[in-house]
């Protein structure tokens, strides 16, 4: 049944009657990653739609390396390997707070992780937001707020970090520098949009 | 969960009585990726810090790692097997009730049932400092309950508010 549009005064089959699609929701799920029960050296969102005003990564993941071994989940984007990114951390380990930067670096970091004998245990938590990642005119600014406690130790982070580039982020890709992503390990992609 | 949405107000609840110590939300559903708890408001008659409480479990199956602005100093705090729930910042308790406190805590991937459980908290109150907590509970469970409480002989301030929000993903 063809559908005449108000405005326009066309008709249409579909209920949008010439009209742009609308999406009412301003916090919308893009993409998530699920690692499976092989492992994986890395994890890569392509083809971010421009759509949104920033991104946010919710990851949840642990290494392969065993227990005790601990991992910064970073992330570089848009395929830049080059030292084009810097960071600063503010850490506290349960007894004092400590904090370090980096500069031209290879990425940003995104997530701590300490890795337990205990299966179950050792995954890492972290809420990353990439502000106004489709601006042409400026660097872009990430942040994140990322921990992981395993009964007797562990270690909740503050990041900052800048990508020297002017692109749009089309593209996200997470790792650990020297280990691997295990099974359970997830990373959930958001676009969230302003007025 | 409306078709499209990924960020849902699943609950949220508001003191108004004057006497109430815990909030609940039960029967939280497992449709969700992560979870985020909101509280913003304070506590009367004396200090304490607010504690969350998992699927109703007393055990000493909590641990915790903190990191602590004052305002004049960073310092830091851990609980590893704490019984009975987790500490979620210290300033719910301000000198003052003008400065109300603002806590945030996301639990992730909180339904799946293959690993414990991870907890991001911030906490902060401008009069009193901001807190940073990473929590484990150690239980692999779905969680589909927290309360919140108070200790005696304190309780939540009226128009403290309580809201639960559910995040899906693709």
Known sequence: ?195 | MAAGTTYDLISSQTVANGTTATVSFTSIPSTYTDIMLMFNGGGESGGGNVQVKVNNDTGANYSFTMLRGSGSAASGDRESNFSGYFRWGAYATPSSGVYSTFDIAHFLDYSNTTTYKNILMRANNAQGGCDATVGLWRDTSAINRLDITLPAPSYFMNGSTFRLYGIASA
């Open chain 1, 1 to 195: 049944m063809a559908i005449r549009s108000l405005k326009t005064g066309s008709f249409s089959r579909s209920l949008l009657v010439g009209n742009s699609f609308y999406d009412p929701y301003a916090y919308k799920s893009i993409a998530t990653v699920s690692v499976g029960s092989g492992g994986s050296s890395s994890v890569e969102f392509t083809s971010i739609p421009s759509t949104y005003t920033h991104l946010q990564v919710r990851g949840f993941h642990k290494n392969s390396a065993g227990a005790g071994s601990e991992y910064v989940a970073v992330a570089q984007f848009n395929g830049d390997t080059a030292a084009n990114y810097s960071y600063h951390y503010l850490r506290g380990n349960g007894t004092a707070a400590s904090s370090g930067a980096g500069a031209s670096q290879n990425y940003v970091l995104a997530g701590y992780q300490n890795s337990s004998a205990t299966s179950q245990m050792g995954f890492g938590g972290f809420v990353l937001d990439i502000l106004d990642y489709t601006n042409t005119n400026k660097y872009k600014t990430v942040r994140s707020i990322a921990g992981a406690d395993v009964n007797g130790s562990g270690i909740i982070d503050f990041y900052s970090g800048t990508w020297r580039s002017t692109s749009a982020i089309t593209s996200i890709k997470f790792y650990y520098t020297a280990s691997n992503f295990v099974q359970y390990s997830r990373f959930a992609l958001y676009g969230i949009r302003s007025a």
